[in-house]
Nanobody
Framework: VQLQAFGGGLVQPGGSLRLSCKYSRSPFRIVAMGWYRQAPGNQRELVARITSPDIITYGDFAKGRVTISRDGAKNTVDLEMNSLNPEDTAVYYC?????????WGQGTQVTVSS
């Protein structure tokens, strides 16, 4: 499965950003898809995930500020982030689990700064 992420960039504190990930078709069943992030010096952490059939899990920091959505027809999984703050600065990675194997996109940089 190949994944390509779009939408990162520089945003001011309090601003919003939408990330989109397009993934290729898989011969194996997709059991989960979502977004993770990794800031310098930190471990990769969950932002939001959709687990089959439609169970959504958010990281604690993301609750109330982040919305994950998917479009099965377009093979995309999107992340809408609001009220961004400098602590949200990180590389954001798209993830798909197909056939119980994880696949990762190349990552997209999100920088929150004035």
């Amino acid at each position: 499965v190949q994944l390509q992420a779009f939408g990162g960039g520089l945003v001011q504190p309090g601003g919003s950003l939408r990330l989109s990930c397009k993934y290729s078709r898989s011969p194996f069943r997709i059991v989960a898809m979502g977004w993770y992030r990794q800031a310098p010096g930190n471990q990769r952490e969950l932002v939001a995930r959709i687990t089959s059939p439609d169970i959504i899990t958010y990281g604690d920091f993301a609750k109330g500020r982040v919305t994950i959505s998917r479009d099965g027809a377009k093979n995309t999984v999107d992340l809408e982030m609001n009220s961004l703050n400098p602590e949200d600065t990180a590389v954001y990675y798209c993830n798909v689990v197909a056939g119980w194997k994880p696949y990762w996109g190349q990552g997209t940089q999100v920088t929150v700064s004035s």
